[in-house]
């Protein structure tokens, strides 16, 4: 069972950045698409931003202008880069890796962002 493992959340002021990255725990052949997702408190957990195996990016549009995602192939990573924190991008962010036969999801990781 591949095992999707994300870092680099914490606590940061608004304005200011973070970078989180997923990486898998073993090699997964026929990517879809990458993407991370987030859930804050008291809400439905929404996609922030995906990338197809093509290197096709989508963003939410809150996070447009903001969030970069960026993957390697060759190490099973997406990052997301987010800049310009704001107060409502607190929530814990998932990793998710979608193929033909699967759909991994990570455990999360958590991003306050303060005032």
């Known amino acids: 069972q591949v095992q999707l493992v994300e870092s680099g959340g914490g606590l940061v002021q608004a304005g200011g950045s973070l970078r989180l990255s997923c990486t898998a725990s073993s090699r997964i052949a026929n990517i879809n698409f990458m993407g991370w997702y987030r859930q804050a408190p008291g809400k439905q957990r929404e996609p922030v931003a995906t990338?197809?195996?093509?290197?096709?990016?989508k963003y939410v549009d809150s996070v447009k202008g903001r969030f970069t995602i960026s993957m390697d192939n060759a190490r099973n990573t997406v990052y997301l880069q987010m800049n310009s924190l704001k107060l409502e991008d607190t929530a814990v962010y998932h990793c998710?890796?979608?193929?033909?036969?699967?759909?991994?999801w990570g455990q999360g990781t958590q991003v306050t962002v303060s005032s």
């Open positions: 998710r890796v979608v193929g033909t036969q699967y759909d991994y």
């Open positions: 990338i197809t195996s093509d290197g096709i990016t």
